[in-house]
């Protein structure tokens, strides 16, 4: 790094200017404090930052912001947006939660994908997944229960598999407007069996 020019400006209108030039590096910078605002100004062959404080507010703009610290609380008493015109990502090493005191809302305009070693999903009072389209899948073990179970179809409902056992501790009714029961082999037993 070359000679550096540095001047100072004191003007009872413009206030206090601090300026140093570094002309190899082809960087300005400059402090102004003008009894409104103080604005520190970096500026290169290509890019400039400027971070600009008031009385009730503090702005920063550049290219590339990082903050590092061990610690970082961030709160507000009034409405906070976080917003990207790209990608955003929001990482952690170690557990991590968001919670709302009231209405939580995440949407996105495209797909959207939750995945993780668990994943619980509750509510205290009424839990919903609706979509054009609803697909449940398991590797494993799909387990479906409640109180009381209510599977429908506005226009048509199909139960398959291997094998399907369908069974009650209780009664059972089966019916319809037109009801089939079909197999190669077909039995029907009981202690006390009804037919017609």
Known sequence: MGTLVCRVELDKQKGLILT???????????????????????????????????????????????????????KSTKDTLHKSEQKFDVQSTKDMTMQSEAKYTAKAAQDVAISGQKIAVSAKSKAEVSGASVTVTSK???????????LSGKTKAEMK?????????????????????????TTVKGSLTKVG
């Open 161 to 185: 598999g291997a094998s399907v056992d369908v069974s009650a501790t209780g009664m059972m009714k089966v019916k319809g407007a037109m009801t089939n029961v079909e197999g190669q082999m």
């Open 20 to 74: 140093v030039e570094n002309k190899d590096g082809k960087i300005t910078q400059t402090a102004v404090l003008d009894g409104e605002s103080i604005t520190i100004t970096s500026k290169g062959e290509k890019e400039t930052s400027t971070i600009t404080q008031k009385p009730d507010s503090i702005a920063i703009k550049c290219k590339d912001f990082t903050l590092e610290s061990e610690t970082i609380t961030c």
């Open 140 to 150: 494993g073990k799909t387990q479906v229960e409640g109180a009381t179970l209510t």
